[in-house]
Structure formats: C-alpha cells, structure tokens
C-alpha cells in the first residue's frame, strides 16, 4: 500500500485551477505511491472524481504543489491514534462519512506536535465523496486563517480517503443552539460566533482568487475551547467567477433552508449566495430556531418566512428574540443586528450586503452585549435602521462597495469582491 506523499515530505496536495469553459475548479490528482504498473494512463478531468482510476505518480508530482504545513499520514498511523477507529472515538459522522478524535505526538512521528485531531473518513459508498475530498484537500492546503478549520494532513491509501484537522473542542454551533440540554449560549457569545463566521466567509470572497463557500450552515461552524468559530467542511466550495463573470454556474448542492432562492432557482451562483445563507444562520441565532422545523406550526416551520417580516416591524422584532435569553441583551444591539439580518435575506441578491460590509455591522455589537445596561424596553428606533438602509440599500444603486469592484448591469449580482 502507499501513501499520498512520502515519509519524508511534508506533505504534497493538489493545485486548483478553474478552467474558463466550463468553469470547473480542475483538480491534479494527489500522488498515489500503489503497485508498479507498466501501463501510463492518461486522465481527464472526470477521471479525478473516480478513485479507481490509478494516478501517474510522476507527472502528479509534475502538477502538484507542496504545502509544508500539511503533512502525509499513512494509514496505519491514523489507525494507531483513533484505536482502529472505535466506536468511542466518534465526533459525529455526516455526509462525507465518520470523524474520529485523535491524538499526534512523537510516538506517531518524530518531530510531531503534541496536538489533538479530528480524523474524517470518507464513506466509500458516497457518490461524491473522492472530489469533495480532493476539493477539501485543494482549497485548505493552500487557505489559512483564524476563522477557517485548519487543515494539518491527509491520507490516500489506495481506495481510503481521510482528512486530519485540529480539534475544535466545543463542537458546532448547532449542537449548542439547538441541544434541549445544552445551556442557552448568552448574546454576547452569539455576537462573537457571528462575527468569527463572518470574517472566515469575508476572507474566502476577498482571496485573491475569490472562493464560495456554498454550504454555510451552523453545523459547519465549529467553535473552539474560547467560542472562537471556525468554518469547515469545504467538500462543497467552488472557485468565484472571474474576469468578467457575474457568476459560476454549477448544479444545485447544498443544504435546504440555507440556499439562496436565485441558486436554488438557476444554479447560479455568486459571492451573494453565502451572505444569505450567513442571514440564515444569524437568525438561528437570534431567534434559536432551526432554519427549517417540521415540528411547528405550519407557518413557522420556515425560519425564514415567519421571521423575516418581523425583523421590519419596530412591534414585533423583539418578540422572535430567543427567550432562553431571559431578555439579557441590548435593545438596540439586537435592532442592529436584526436590521443587518433582514438585508442579508434579501430576495434581490444586489440588494444583500457585502460580508466585508457584514464584518464592519457586527464589530461594534462585540462590546454592547457585555458593557451595555442590559434590559428590554420600548423600541425607540423603528426598523431597517436608517444609516444602514443607505449602506446596504446603496449596493443596488452603486452596484460594489469594494475598493476593486468587478460590475456589470446583468446577471443576478452586479458585483464580485476580489
């Protein structure tokens, strides 16, 4: 058996590139060290989703890019710190497949940090398992922020596809939003989670080869030992349009109730399609609702639907706050953040903020949650919130807000951050 990379390399990973036609992220295959073969293959782009196909070792490396901070695990190592994957080493399993905690250290390989890890294992059955972990492998190999999982390896040993990250060691946010025996979280920390989330998605728009996220979710924020949220899981991510683009087309993937409606609609998709999604997850937040819960009321079962129009009504707004918040937050922190909320959900995606604009809306709500007298009062200020009704209502007149807009009168969205 062999492994992605040697022993002696740090690590070697694919290199994305997006190709103009069809406007695919292209992936190089990762070099796959198997039994010798004779026979040369020759791949085409399709082949890179079928983990059957052999790799050509040699002119993989020719195509690769190394990545010294991620690191090649063999099989048997993973095997070695998650105790053969036991069943009582299980984080949670999703789509992609089944994540383990694990620990690294110089027993495993000298010269390792001593480091706790979640290992994620590819299902072998799932349909788009191999690309969505080459896809993984491409966009964090190469991305590093403090709002982004980090990526510390991988491995692909034979037909087995596993993904090593660090462990994030209060879950996801879902988990603490939504667990009947989770303590409520406080608005301040809600505040801080959304900021956090913001500034990972920000960052991915304004790459310099921009990145939509496409799957952003409360499952797929995960918070460390501080609180501190953490994007992850980009199976799902796909390189922004470029040049002169207003979009990428591509099928219709991701998760209902967080999908922009013109995605959804068209498969078309833009940098605005995650600010929706981010106005999806900020009102789970808010409200301590899941974005779809078949549970309730026929009305209420959409998020969406039932609270959106109430974030527009000085009456109602604070009836859909979370009472589990025993009204411990600031009225006018929560007007803001409402009024930021009813702009991301906009149905016109032009109208929908920029999340550079979004990370400006939400720093000042870090410090009112703590050092505000706390207490629910008469709304004095009715909704939207006029200095930011001419922000974000100015996206649709002015077209861009970013310093190199990219503009252009048709398509679903007139701007792409760069």
Known sequence: MGNCGTREESAVVAHAHTHAQAQEVRMFPLPVNNAPSEKKHSRSI??????????????????????????????????????????????????????????????????????????KVL???????????????????????????????YCCEDDHRLLVYEFMFRGSLENHLFRKAAVPLSWGTRMMIALGAAKGLAFLHNAEKPVIYRDFKTSNILLDSDYTAKLSDFGLAKAGPQGDETHVSTRVMGTYGYAAPEYVMTGHLTARSDVYSFGVVLLELLTGRRSVDKTRPGKEQSLVDWARPKLNDKRKLLQIIDPRLENQYSVRAAQKACSLAYYCLSQNPKARPLMSDVVETLEPLQSSGANEVLRQGPVSVGLPDYQMHQKFAGNIAAGCKSQKPDCSPAGPTACRVK
């Open 123 to 153: 299902n072998k059955e799932g349909l788009q398992g191999h690309r969505e972990w080459l896809t993984e492998v491409n966009f964090l190999g190469q991305l590093r922020h403090p709002n982004l999982v980090k990526l510390i390896g």
């Open 46 to 119: 399709s082949d890179l989703s079928d983990p059957s196909t052999p790799c050509n070792t040699e002119d993989s490396r020719k195509n690769a890019v190394l990545y010294t901070h991620v690191i090649a695990f063999t099989l048997f190592e993973l095997e070695t710190i998650t105790k053969s994957f036991r069943s009582d080493y299980v984080l949670g399993e999703g789509g992609f497949g089944t994540v383990y905690k694990g620990y690294i250290d110089e027993n495993v390989r000298v010269g390792l940090k001593s480091l706790p890890v979640a290992v």
